[in-house]
């Protein structure tokens, strides 16, 4: 997956990030909220790894396992 981060300079970072496929959906829809200007998220680069802020509620809804 290409990425690519505003530094705060306002210019931006490309790169390609690995994710495991169990994350790609979670990316997709918040590319999708990214775009639509309803959610944001926030990145910390620390070489060589990029690190996303996701939304709690995203991940959650994501990954947090079904009430019994």
């Given amino acids: 997956m290409l990425i690519k981060v505003k530094d705060p300079w306002r210019t931006w970072v490309y790169g390609k990030a690995y994710f495991g496929k169990d994350y790609l959906p979670l990316l997709r829809e918040l590319e999708d909220l990214s775009q639509r200007k309803e959610e944001g998220y926030g990145a910390v680069i620390s070489f060589p790894r990029i690190h996303l802020q996701v939304p ?6 994501h990954f947090s396992l079904p009430k019994d």
């Fill in 56 to 61: 709690l509620w995203l991940y959650l809804k």
